[in-house]
Nanobody, 123 residues
């Protein structure tokens, strides 16, 4: 069992940056694939980025490629999402997710979810 808690969301102007953090409980964090998803008002939840257990493989949605960076620190049981050049369309609740396997893009591949953190990007 893994419990995930996101933090770092907030209000930022367009062009600004935020760094989201996902704190995970448990001693097996280093064996989990970690992902970030987001859900904007009135829309379905969508894939943002994924990182493999070792950090050697990362995957990004086209909409965030080149602006967002996913990373992890297995010694701290944390995953991160660095978001730069933010746009109003990045406004959403951002969710951290964990998978015991080799998940990449689809939310039904992930076993555990956090409660989410709100990111609002203003003009």
């Amino acid at each position: 069992q893994v419990q995930l808690v996101e933090s770092g969301g907030g209000l930022v102007q367009a062009g600004g940056s935020l760094r989201l953090s996902c704190a995970a409980s448990g001693r097996t964090f280093s064996t989990y694939t970690m992902g970030w998803f987001r859900q904007a008002p009135g829309k379905e939840r969508e894939f943002v980025a994924t990182i493999s257990w070792s950090g050697s493989r990362t995957y990004y949605a086209d909409s965030v490629k080149g602006r967002f960076t996913i990373s992890r620190d297995n010694s701290k049981n944390r995953a991160y999402l660095q978001m730069n050049s933010l746009k109003p369309e990045d406004t959403a609740v951002y969710y951290c997710a964990a998978d015991r396997g080799d998940a990449r893009y689809y939310e039904d591949e992930f076993d555990y979810w956090g409660q989410g953190t709100q990111v609002t990007v203003s003009l």
